[in-house]
């Protein structure tokens, strides 16, 4: 009887262990941000390195996050595979997946930059052979027009004022982001680059 409770938890001990390694970690997409974790880092400045890291490991594809560069003021995130995560494949597919995740993503997370992050030039993504960049006043200019008039840079810095911004449009953004029609103007105007390079 012994022997038997013995061997039961080390069956039960290996059942668990390759349920646990088994797990596939799941990409954050639109549907599924944590808003609120986004909230916390509003009025974050550009110099900020982990309050910046937090916010791009918050949106969409943030678990495929490589490494950023944050001279110049402009935030240039470079999504690709790092060591114990996911795997290239894994990471191609999230975001050339046939629906338009790559453009949508783009333009959500460059619209949450913009509110979170008020004294930033521009921002630009790259993953894979894909690059897009865009400037703050063009992204400014943007969400004006497709959400709600965006306060100032100063007041963005005044956490309170930001959240209300987010908690007032963060329907309207998700929407705008998934709109086939608001984002092929906006990538006719601010088109993302394929490098043959890399």
């Given at each position: 009887?012994?022997?038997?409770?013995?061997?039961?938890?080390?069956?039960?001990?290996?059942?668990?262990?390759?349920?646990?390694?088994?797990?596939?970690?799941?990409?954050?997409?639109?549907?599924?941000?944590?808003?609120?974790?986004?909230?916390?880092?509003?009025?974050?400045?550009?110099?900020?390195?982990?309050?910046?890291?937090?916010?791009?490991?918050?949106?969409?594809?943030?678990?495929?996050?490589?490494?950023?560069?944050?001279?110049?003021?402009?935030?240039?995130?470079?999504?690709?595979?790092?060591?114990?995560?996911?795997?290239?494949?894994?990471?191609?597919?999230?975001?050339?997946?046939?629906?338009?995740?790559?453009?949508?993503?783009?333009?959500?997370?460059?619209?949450?930059?913009?509110?979170?992050?008020?004294?930033?030039?521009?921002?630009?993504?790259?993953?894979?052979?894909?690059?897009?960049?865009?400037?703050?006043?063009?992204?400014?200019?943007?969400?004006?027009?497709?959400?709600?008039?965006?306060?100032?840079?100063?007041?963005?810095?005044?956490?309170?004022?930001?959240?209300?911004?987010?908690?007032?449009?963060?329907?309207k953004i998700n929407k705008t982001a998934k709109s086939a029609a608001i984002r092929q103007q906006f990538f006719k105007n601010v088109p993302i680059i394929k490098n043959n390079n890399k």
């Amino acid at each position: 009887m012994k022997y038997f409770k013995v061997f039961f938890c080390l069956i039960l001990l290996i059942l668990v262990s390759i349920t646990g390694c088994s797990q596939k970690e799941e990409v954050t997409s639109i549907n599924n941000v944590d808003v609120k974790k986004l909230k916390d880092h509003s009025g974050t400045y550009v110099g900020n390195n982990s309050n910046v890291v937090a916010i791009i490991g918050a949106l969409p594809g943030g678990e495929t996050f490589k490494e950023i560069d944050l001279h110049n003021k402009t935030p240039k995130i470079m999504y690709g595979t790092k060591e114990g995560s996911l795997s290239e494949d894994e990471i191609l597919k999230y975001w050339f997946d046939g629906k338009d995740t790559l453009e949508k993503n783009f333009l959500y997370n460059a619209i949450y930059l913009t509110i979170l992050i008020p004294n930033a030039g521009g921002y630009s993504f790259k993953i894979d052979d894909q690059k897009f960049s865009v400037s703050r006043q063009e992204m400014k200019q943007f969400i004006s027009k497709n959400i709600q008039t965006l306060p100032d840079s100063n007041e963005l810095f005044d956490k309170e004022k930001a959240q209300q911004f987010i908690d007032h449009n963060k329907e309207k953004i998700n929407k705008t982001a998934k709109s086939a029609a608001i984002r092929q103007q906006f990538f006719k105007n601010v088109p993302i680059i394929k490098n043959n390079n890399k």
